[in-house]
């Protein structure tokens, strides 16, 4: 957990950095993304009492990656080292709690993000164990999203240059199908994604 912890923080550092150099100085309001991805969440989830929903436990998942992105900028934004952060993460994610009610869950989450303008990492470890989504799940979601991320800014996505379908096949697919075939407790796995990707785009698309 420590390693994946210190891996998720340096590719959301270098990210944040690809978007602005000086985005420590910029006083980008994290939270504010935080809580209208809590919306987004709820809806995936379901709330509305006048017809019949099922939580889309995959979604849900793909929203809490999300999250994750925007939280580990909060906490890199404190100033305390990797391994501090790493170490604060570790004992909130120890022993979550959830309710038993995950709309209540995701509420308090979210009224506790707007009240302090900060991560509630408890809240959030919370919100995973009411999906049962572990953190390895957590850490593979992210990574894989981080590095298309990447992939596509290296590749021309601001430029337009970018393609989007490789082969006939979106990228997301791709990354997906590549992902099951790396060993994603290897330290060097974002690394070997990124290269496996960069391999395909060119054979695909040239």
């Known amino acids: 957990m420590k390693q994946q912890l210190e891996t998720m923080l340096q590719l959301q550092g270098d990210m944040n950095t690809k978007v602005h150099s000086q985005w420590q100085e910029q006083e980008f309001e994290w939270y504010r993304a935080i809580w209208v991805e809590c919306a987004e969440l709820l809806d995936h989830y379901g709330w509305k009492w ?91 979601g992210y990574v894989g999203k981080n590095v298309l991320n990447f992939f596509r800014q290296d590749n021309g996505y601001k430029d337009g240059s970018y393609q989007k379908q490789w082969g006939g096949i979106e990228d997301n697919e791709h990354l997906v199908a590549i992902v099951g075939q790396l060993d994603t407790s290897s330290a060097t796995f974002k690394d070997d994604l990124y290269t496996q990707m960069q391999e395909t785009y060119k054979r695909l698309c040239g």
């Open 50 to 140: 006048w017809k019949k929903q099922t939580p889309d436990v995959d979604q849900i998942a793909l929203e809490l990656v999300d999250i994750w992105h925007f939280g580990l900028s909060l906490l890199l934004l404190k100033g305390s080292s990797v391994e501090q952060i790493s170490a604060q993460v570790a004992k909130e994610f120890s022993d979550p709690k959830p309710s038993g009610d995950f709309a209540a869950d995701l509420e308090d989450f979210t009224e506790q993000t707007l009240a302090s303008k900060d991560f509630d990492i408890a809240g959030f470890a919370r919100l995973m164990s009411g999906i049962n989504m572990d953190f390895e799940t957590l850490y593979i």
